[in-house]
């Protein structure tokens, strides 16, 4: 059986190769290329929608709740020493990131091209961003929370983990986005 952190790691490895595909968007901006803008409507809903409300809403809503509530590992410490503060307030910077692309793509697909460079600088923060928030749930929280969770806990969570993802954007929507990441990949990534 899967453990509920692997479900979260296999969709570290759906989210990365869109940040990859961010950077190489980004550069291609700069060199004065044309993207098409539907493709950074579709990576911000990607965002949106895989990333933030469902990737992160287990996260926020059930993982680290989970570690909270048994005192892992942050017992004694304040807010700002707290681990899991620190990853909700990147979730938060992130989503002002997105909004800031999101709106900058709107002014682009206007005709505004001046608005490209609001939209680099802030998916580059986005995607440097994220990259680091995901190396330490990965490295460091996810292995926490294997090592000292109880067994009832990580399979409580996993189905709680399924159900958000129902809730929020079914099944047949969760791979269409791994579907939409891979086609980018292909188009951005494999030249």
């Given at each position: 059986?899967?453990?509920?952190?692997?479900?979260?790691?296999?969709?570290?490895?759906?989210?990365?190769?869109?940040?990859?595909?961010?950077?190489?968007?980004?550069?291609?901006?700069?060199?004065?290329?044309?993207?098409?803008?539907?493709?950074?409507?579709?990576?911000?809903?990607?965002?949106?929608?895989?990333?933030?409300?469902?990737?992160?809403?287990?996260?926020?809503?059930?993982?680290?709740?989970?570690?909270?509530?048994?005192?892992?590992?942050?017992?004694?410490?304040?807010?700002?020493?707290?681990?899991?503060?620190?990853l909700l307030l990147?979730?938060?910077v992130g989503r002002?990131?997105?909004?800031?692309?999101?709106?900058?793509?709107?002014?682009?697909?206007?005709?505004?091209?001046?608005?490209?460079?609001?939209?680099?600088?802030?998916?580059?923060?986005?995607?440097?961003?994220?990259?680091?928030?995901?190396?330490?749930?990965?490295?460091?929280?996810?292995?926490?929370?294997?090592t000292e969770l109880?067994?009832?806990?990580?399979?409580?969570?996993?189905?709680?983990?399924?159900?958000?993802?129902?809730?929020?954007?079914?099944?047949?929507?969760?791979?269409?986005?791994?579907?939409?990441?891979?086609?980018?990949?292909?188009?951005?990534?494999?030249?």
């Amino acid at each position: 059986m899967i453990r509920s952190t692997e479900q979260l790691v296999d969709e570290h490895r759906t989210i990365k190769p869109v940040l990859k595909i961010i950077d190489k968007i980004c550069e291609r901006l700069e060199s004065g290329e044309d993207i098409d803008p539907r493709h950074l409507e579709q990576i911000v809903e990607f965002i949106r929608i895989f990333a933030d409300k469902t990737h992160h809403g287990k996260e926020e809503d059930l993982l680290f709740q989970a570690m909270e509530e048994a005192s892992i590992p942050n017992k004694g410490k304040s807010d700002e020493e707290n681990v899991f503060y620190a990853l909700l307030l990147e979730h938060y910077v992130g989503r002002d990131y997105v909004k800031e692309m999101s709106d900058a793509i709107a002014k682009y697909g206007s005709g505004d091209r001046g608005a490209l460079h609001r939209f680099i600088d802030n998916a580059r923060d986005y995607a440097e961003l994220l990259t680091q928030h995901i190396e330490k749930e990965d490295d460091i929280v996810y292995l926490i929370a294997d090592t000292e969770l109880s067994e009832e806990k990580k399979r409580g969570l996993l189905e709680e983990f399924k159900r958000v993802e129902n809730e929020r954007l079914g099944i047949r929507r969760y791979e269409e986005f791994q579907k939409l990441a891979e086609h980018l990949e292909q188009v951005y990534l494999q030249q």
